[in-house]
């Protein structure tokens, strides 16, 4: 079993950079891959970023390549969601989210309560 605790959403404005977090408990940890997802209003829940387990190879989607960065920190049990130049379309609730199998983008397990990030003009 594992609980995930996500935080860090705010109101922020275009171009500004927010890192989000994650913190899970259990033991296991370490051998969850992990990733973010987000909804937007109006959308449904779409995969954001995510970090392998083992290998830690990270893979994103189209829209945030190049702006945000996940990774992950196994003695914290925590996983970060840096994200930067966000644009107004990334407003959304963000979800943490830890899967059991290797990859993350088609398969989760656990979620986390989500956080809102709001980007203004």
């Known amino acids: 079993q594992v609980q995930l605790v996500d935080s860090g959403g705010r109101l922020v404005q275009a171009g500004g950079s927010l890192r989000l977090s994650c913190a899970a408990s259990?033991?296991?940890?370490?051998?969850?891959?992990m990733g973010w997802f987000r909804q937007r209003p109006g959308k449904e829940r779409e995969f954001v970023a995510g970090?392998?387990?083992?290998?830690?190879?990270?893979d994103y989607a189209d829209s945030v390549k190049g702006r945000f960065a996940i990774f992950r920190d196994d003695a914290k049990n925590t996983v970060y969601l840096q994200m930067n130049s966000l644009k107004l379309e990334d407003t959304a609730v963000y979800y943490c989210?830890?899967?059991?199998?290797?990859?993350?983008?088609?398969?989760?397990?656990?979620w986390g309560q989500g956080t809102q990030v709001t980007v203004s003009s």
């Open positions: 970090v392998t387990w083992p290998g830690r190879i990270t």
């Open positions: 989210a830890a899967a059991s199998t290797t990859t993350i983008r088609n398969y989760v397990d656990y």
């Open positions: 259990g033991r296991t940890f370490s051998s969850y891959a």
